[in-house]
């Protein structure tokens, strides 16, 4: 599969890897320890052109293509999670709906101060009652002239401690909800009514802040709502549905990570005498790892690839997502294993990672969450690229 | 289903479920994981109680319960907060090897201290994975004079801060293969006892863990153990209770598991439905409760057995697996089960998670203790 990685895209995989481990890795403990990213490596990112990787070149961003991304973000998981997801919002669901569907002069003002990281973004759409049930929000935007009034909570958002720049979806028509009556909105930091509430203590993902949105009675231009009144949900799930395949190259990532460190501390830990890596629990244990590394690498290229062809990868993207965040999971109970009592150890990359990755299989639409939307692709008759080759392959002769 | 009590164990079974239900208080756990304390209050009121030390002989401060008593006692400590039944279910690590082998005198002066909370005790293993062949923490060197020198270390031991008595594994003599098993008893502040912190970790946040270095310390006969058959035996009886307590806490953090994750599907309503109505949510907790089951008939076997014959090695290591395998799955789906904020450390499900995944690395690997298991069925086959 690398093999049919375009050169470029193999350049643009081999920097982010020498950025990360010379530029972000020193300071992952730093990090972990004080809970938020140094300035001066956040300044770093941003000269790198970090934050605005996919916005398209004419708003000054890097119009990386889907599968380029993908690289980067998997490269960009191998040191501490916070990195990532710092750019991870500029990059995917606080930009895509302003590019997706926003208005020239929306796109004009933001744009650039997001692909410059001058303006960090969150996504506004989780609410405590409306967790798996995105349509089930209530945050209100009620019209008044020349603006929307909005009213209502948000929670577990993640960067809205830090953001300038909040892309919130409401409900402006509570009758039509998700057949019209949800809209899309940009809130700039700073607008009357809009507070942040509790701040999140989680179990992993410092230095990557979560807290909770407070909205009231905030004024809100009309000019700031993305794409058409009643569309929002559309433009959300859009979105979301874009940021997944983000979650995928992240488990992708952290699992190589984790298998990396797993080899080194295998081989270098003796037992009796010998290394651990001459038991052959161990090296079945590794061999589980890489086999599932090397088959989400497989289903994430590949399903990128089809979103930069244009292509409906919908039902790609929900498996990409759900085997690459299941399959973390499961290398981090194996990477455990191997390191034993050592890795219970904070300072330890298996330590947070086993933090980190927990995530992966609950946000941006949980694993259960993806198997009823897989359920239902499949029962409609969505067929896999995978599928589609096959059906052509066998039409032209088939096997011999 | 129901698992057959005898009356007294039915009883203490309520009462401890008065008691935990009745003091342990979720912010107030919360705040002592945040402070990373040792749950000071909590453990006295369990002495208080009779809580701590039920297996201890009557004359000692105990009620001389067997090990079913004991596991009913950590499962629902466990059950009610991982963290603190933890930290309550270890706090007398090592009493067995007293009560078992240890002389009237050593009884005296520790058993009664350790049931009523004014001693708190830790182990000091020299091998968690309890293999046969597995090396002591230390080693005893007769000195001539009746004392003895004991030079040694352990990594990883927990409470060594609070602990006021270490009890260590040791032999006697540098020979490992016809060396004699013993166990030295230490106070902590003895000279040449040299506790190294290790920071913090994943789980079990209220109990410190230590590497400890003995370097020259003088032993003498009075508190040296001599398990009567000054041999591996010993060392193996200890391990298997050792190993029947990690399962009971592994089964109390697995029925916690479930009856947050049932209470939190009974109540969140997601699509305009209960989220326990859903199937896949429902099949999620039925595999749960039955792997939780199958793991208690385990383990109350396990513990009812105990009575007759202690059983072999390498079935009480099926066991501890087995029970470990089932918490660390309960733990997974009932943070599953409550999405987002399962993640959030506001929620007891975040630390049970934590907690299975810290207690099944501190009580030894899996591939070795596989290996004692395959060693009994399989044997050697050349």
Redesign the interface.
């Known amino acids: 599969m690398i093999g049919t990685l375009p050169e470029e895209y193999l350049r643009t995989k081999q920097q982010i890897r020498e950025f990360v481990q010379t530029d972000l890795e020193p300071y992952a403990e730093d990090v972990e320890v004080n809970n938020r990213i140094p300035e001066h490596i956040l300044e770093k990112m941003k000269q790198r052109g970090l934050f605005g990787l996919t916005i398209p070149k004419a708003y000054g961003g890097g119009g990386m293509s889907k599968l380029e991304f993908c690289l980067v973000e998997q490269e960009l998981s191998k040191t501490h999670f916070a990195f990532l997801d710092i750019i991870s919002l500029n990059n995917g669901l606080g930009s895509k709906s302003i590019v997706l569907d926003g208005s020239e002069a929306m796109k004009r003002k933001y744009l650039p101060q997001l692909a410059s990281g001058r303006l960090i973004s969150a996504f506004a759409l989780?609410e405590p009652?409306?967790?798996?049930?995105a349509a089930?929000i209530t945050t209100s935007a009620v019209r008044q002239g020349d603006h929307f009034v909005l009213n209502g909570m948000k929670h577990?958002i993640t960067n809205a401690p830090i953001a300038d720049l909040f892309i919130v979806i409401a409900v402006t028509d509570p009758e039509l909800r998700t057949r019209g009556g949800i809209t899309a909105f940009v809130v700039e930091k700073g607008a009357p009514g809009l507070t942040i509430g509790h701040v999140?203590?989680?179990?992993?993902m410092r230095g990557a802040h979560k807290s909770e949105v407070i909205f009231k009675d905030t004024p809100v231009p009309v000019e700031n709502v993305i794409g058409e009144v009643g569309k929002g949900f559309q433009v959300a799930m859009k979105t979301v549905d874009d940021g997944r395949m983000g979650v995928a190259s992240t488990s992708l990532g952290m699992a190589e990570r984790l298998l990396e460190l797993s080899i080194g501390h295998a081989q270098r830990t003796m037992r009796n005498g010998k290394p651990l890596a001459d038991?052959q629990?161990?090296q079945w244990m590794l061999a589980d790892m890489g086999t599932e590394i090397y088959s989400a690498q497989a289903m994430i290229y590949a399903t990128a690839a089809k979103i930069d062809r244009q292509e409906d990868a919908a039902l790609e993207v929900a498996m990409c997502k759900l085997y690459a965040s299941e399959m973390v999971?499961r290398v981090v109970?194996k990477a455990?294993?191997i390191?034993?009592?050592g890795?219970?150890?904070?300072?330890s990359t298996v330590?947070r990672m086993?933090?980190d990755a927990?995530?992966l299989?609950?946000?941006e639409g949980?694993?259960?969450i993806h198997?009823?939307i897989i359920g239902r692709y499949l029962l409609k008759g969505k067929r896999t690229a995978y599928a589609a080759v096959e059906k052509q392959a066998s039409g032209q002769g088939g096997r011999a | 289903m129901k698992f057959t009590l005898t009356e007294e164990q039915k009883y203490i079974q309520k009462a401890i479920r008065e008691f935990t239900r009745g003091e342990f208080d979720e912010d107030q756990i919360l705040e002592l994981l945040e402070n990373r304390d040792f749950p000071q209050n909590l453990f006295r009121k369990a002495c208080k109680l009779d809580f701590v030390g039920v297996g201890y002989p009557e004359e000692f401060g105990g009620q001389a319960c067997g090990m079913m008593e004991q596991v009913l006692v950590i499962e629902e400590f466990c059950r009610k907060d991982s963290s603190v039944g933890i930290a309550l279910g270890s706090a007398d690590a090592g009493a067995e090897i007293i009560c078992a082998w240890g002389n009237d005198i050593q009884k005296q002066k520790m058993l009664p201290g350790l049931a009523k909370g004014k001693l708190v005790s830790t182990v000091l293993f020299g091998d968690?994975d309890a293999r046969e062949d597995g090396r002591p923490a230390a080693i005893l060197t007769p000195e001539g004079d009746g004392t003895f020198r004991l030079n040694g270390n352990a990594?990883?031991v927990m409470n060594a801060e609070r602990a006021d008595v270490f009890i260590v594994q040791a032999q006697i003599g540098a020979d490992a293969p016809t060396a004699d098993c013993a166990f030295a008893l230490l106070k902590r502040n003895t000279p040449g006892v040299t506790l190294q912190a290790?920071?913090?970790?994943?789980?079990i946040g209220v109990i410190a863990w230590h590497h400890v270095i003995l370097q020259d310390v003088v032993v003498t006969e009075a508190d040296i153990v001599r398990p009567a058959d000054e041999g591996r035996g010993a060392m193996l009886d200890f391990q298997k209770i050792h190993l029947l307590r990690i399962a009971a806490m592994f089964l109390g953090i697995a029925q916690g598991a479930l009856d947050m994750a049932l209470r939190y599907a009974k109540q969140r309503?997601?699509?305009?439905r209960k989220i326990g109505e859903f199937q896949?949510?429902r099949h999620k907790l039925a595999d749960m409760y039955m792997d939780l089951q199958a793991t208690r008939a385990l383990v109350y076997a396990a513990a009812e057995g105990h009575l007759h014959d202690h059983g072999d090695l390498h079935d009480l290591l099926g066991v501890k697996l087995t029970a470990e395998r089932t918490a660390?799955h309960l733990t997974?789906e009932a943070?599953?089960i409550f999405?987002?904020?399962?993640?959030?450390?506001?929620l007891p499900v975040?630390h049970f998670?934590?907690d299975a995944?810290?207690l099944?690395?501190?009580s030894g690997?899996?591939?070795f203790q596989?290996d004692v298991i395959a060693q009994a069925i399989v044997g050697h086959l050349t």
Do not use: P, W
């Not at chain 1, 999140?200 to 992993?204: A, K, P, S, V």
């Not at chain 1, 890795?343 to 300072?347: H, I, T």
């Not at chain 2, 999405?339 to 506001?346: D, F, Q, R």
């Open positions: 989780t009652n409306a967790g798996s049930d089930g577990f999140h203590n989680t179990m992993g038991s629990a161990i999971g109970d455990m294993e390191f034993g009592r890795g219970l150890r904070k300072g330590e086993c933090r927990r995530i299989r609950i946000f949980t694993a259960e198997r009823v | 968690v990594d990883f290790l920071g913090e970790k994943l789980g309503v997601q699509f305009n896949g949510i660390m997974d943070l599953q999405g987002g904020s399962g993640y959030m450390i506001e975040e998670y934590r995944r810290t099944r690395a501190l690997r899996t591939v596989k």
